[in-house]
Every structure is written in C-alpha cells, then in structure tokens.
C-alpha cells in the first residue's frame, strides 16, 4: 500500500496578541510533491523502517502511541520513497506523522478519522493546516484554538485554481526552526493586537473574496500584504520580516509575480504564478548561484492525501 500526502505552504499565525480566549489561527494551502510512504504489514509485531534518521523517530513514535490505543496484532514495515525537506516551512513533519500513521491504520482495517488520528499523534499544536490538508487538500483557514487539546475548527476551505503555480525557492544547507526550537517562541511571544487586526482584514476583504472570485492579482496582492505583516510580529526571532537566507529574494518575487512570501519560518520563499508564465518568471529571478538553492514549482492539490493498494 502507498500513502502519498500534500507539501503545504503555510501563510501565517493570524492572532499571536493573546487579546482573546482563542488564539493562533492560521491559513495556507496544499501543493503536490509531498511524502510516498509504502507500508507493508508483518505477521510478527515488529516495526522496520528504511528512511532516514529523522523519518525513522517519526514513525517510532507513531508506532508506538498508534499500538498503545490499538493494540496491533502485527507490526509494519515502512518504506519512505519521496519526501518533503524537512524544517523548511512545507510541513514535513505533520505530513510523514499522518501519512505513515493513517497507513498503518489503513493496513489494519482501523477507521480513524483524520481529525482524531491528529490528536492521538499530537499534531495541531498551533496550527491545523497540515491536519487539515492531509485530509482535504486545498487552500484552508482555521479559527485558532480556546485550549491547547483540541483541534482548530475548520472556518473555510476552497480548491484553489488549477492554472496557479508557485515558483520554490530554498537554500540547501539552511533550515528553519524545528518543533522544539519553535515551542518556546510560540508559547511566549506576544505582540500588538494591530497586527491580528490587519491580518483578519486582508484575509475577510481580500483573501476570501479573490479565492472564490479566481482572481489570482487580487489573492497574489493581499496575500504580500499578509505575510509582511506576519513577518513583522516575528522579526525579532528570525532577524528581520523574513528569513535571512531568503529574504533579498523574497523581495525580488514580489517584483515578478502577483504575490511573494516565506512559509512558515522558512527559509522556504514561493512567488505566485499562472502556470503559463512559470517559465518566464524563472529566467526573470537571478540567483547568486543555482547550486545553492533548490527551485521547483508547486502545483496545488486540491484533493489531500491519497491512498493507493498496489
């Protein structure tokens, strides 16, 4: 059996001023290219895993809290044939946790549902983006948290436009935060409710209506808007509005494609395109030198993770 799940570009936390009962929020949407996990169930009740170090602990992990709730009579072998880069801003981590576990449970004929599989795998710690994502593809809004055990609630959720494209661009050798680097920022951060209020504008009379109007100059435009904004609440945490492996080069996509920005906590930055201008756009963006940096394009999946039974 093959699992293959979506990457994700992740626009933002919408509400990090602590003003409200609920916190976080976030948007962001899915893109093809993410994990192919085959899994193969064993008769005895062991657990092989053939991927790297860090894709091994994932799946032990998984494992164990998955047998813990259901007692396998057997165990798994896993086998990673694609992946997402890991602490780059695509989600990697949520997408290898859900896909190897909603495998093995697949294998073993347990109906779970996604919502439940990412409590038990504690998943959506601060944003369900990759959660829901998994589950549906597309582009995605969620509506923050009252406590930190429950799931966000899914407030909008849209295919996006198969002829948009987002051009990928990130350094090899540098990473992003990873979850434990993350925890303390997130948990402690607090910043002007101002910033939550002009994020929740652009989202409400610009994101929103230029999703369900197709309009990609419209969604491009306050998407800038939206992630300058964000990038300002955590400048003091990642040494300026963006990443600073990306940053000049976010700059010069907002210059040759309808909207730019950083994923997460980078130091992945993607430019918004139609897919007929991909190539264009890429001759357009200089680059010091190519080798450092992995470029792609990004194709939207509007349809979450897919399971194939060979």
């Given at each position: 059996m093959i699992v293959k799940t979506p990457s994700r570009l992740h626009f933002g936390i919408i509400d990090?001023?602590?003003?409200?009962?609920?916190?976080?929020?976030?948007?962001?949407?899915c893109l093809e290219n993410g994990y192919e996990i085959e899994i193969n169930s064993k008769s005895d009740k062991t657990l092989e895993v053939k991927g790297d170090e860090r894709e091994k602990k994932i799946v032990e992990k998984v494992y164990s809290l998955l047998n813990e709730k259901f007692d396998f009579s057997g165990g798994f072998e896993v086998i990673v044939k694609e992946r997402i880069p890991s602490h780059v801003g695509l989600g990697s981590t949520t997408q290898m946790t859900l896909g190897s576990g909603?495998?093995?449970?697949?294998?073993?004929?347990?109906?779970?549902?996604?919502s439940e599989l990412a409590k038990i795998l504690n998943r959506a710690r601060y944003s369900a983006i990759g959660t829901y994502?998994?589950?549906?593809?597309?582009?995605?809004?969620e509506g923050g948290k009252k406590d930190k055990d429950e799931l966000p609630p899914l407030l909008f959720r849209s295919k996006v436009p198969e002829d948009w494209r987002f051009l990928i661009i990130c350094p090899k050798d540098?990473?992003?935060y990873d979850e434990q680097e993350e925890r303390p920022i997130m948990d402690e951060l607090r910043v002007d409710k101002k910033y939550a209020e002009r994020?929740?504008?652009?989202?409400?009379?610009?994101?929103?209506?230029?999703?369900?109007?197709?309009?990609?100059?419209?969604?491009?435009?306050?998407?800038?808007?939206?992630?300058?904004?964000v990038g300002e609440s955590f400048s003091e945490y990642q040494e300026g509005v963006y990443h600073p492996a990306v940053g000049e080069m976010v700059e010069k996509l907002i210059e040759k494609t309808y909207g730019a920005g950083q994923s997460s906590w980078g130091p992945t930055a993607y430019g918004l395109v139609r897919?007929?201008?991909?190539?264009e756009v890429k001759e357009n963006i200089s680059l010091d030198d190519?080798?450092?940096?992995?470029?792609w394009i990004g194709k939207p999946n509007n349809h979450g993770a897919k399971v194939y039974v060979e």
């Open positions: 990090l001023s602590r003003s409200f009962r609920r916190g976080y929020g976030s948007f962001g949407l909603y495998g093995m449970l697949k294998a073993v004929d347990q109906k779970v549902e996604t994502g998994f589950q549906y593809g597309g582009f995605i809004l540098m990473k992003g994020i929740c504008h652009n989202i409400l009379m610009g994101i929103l209506p230029a999703m369900k109007e197709k309009n990609i100059e419209l969604f491009g435009e306050h998407l800038t808007r939206i992630q300058r904004t897919s007929d201008q991909v190539e190519n080798d450092n940096y992995r470029i």
